[in-house]
């Protein structure tokens, strides 16, 4: 141990707040690593928030905004369905 000091361990099995899917896969490249809430493809790949990048500050920042379309997505759905259902 001790010889990857770049990586943050790997978390402890979470559900992704998007997709609920089981994070981290065991598979997982350490410089794919899911970061909790979000796994790494909601966060990279879910929201086009612009290039994939692996910089821990930058994911950070695409996660919150990953998040933020999420919820607002959702919550424009409700209104919607609410809308259509009376
Ligand atoms: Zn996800």
Redesign the pocket.
């Known amino acids: 141990m001790g010889l990857m000091p770049i990586y943050p361990p790997r978390p402890d099995p979470f559900e992704?707040a998007?997709?609920g899917?089981q994070q981290p896969l065991q598979w997982c490249d350490m410089s794919q690593m899911d970061y909790p809430p979000?796994?790494w493809?909601?966060e990279q790949y879910g929201w086009r928030l612009g290039p994939v990048t692996r910089k821990p500050d930058m994911r950070l920042a695409k996660q919150i905004a990953a998040l933020s379309e999420a919820l607002s997505e959702e919550a424009s759905r409700k209104i919607y369905e609410e809308a259509r259902h009376g």
Request: proline content about 0%; some cysteine.
């Open positions: 992704c998007i997709c899917k979000i796994c493809t909601c």
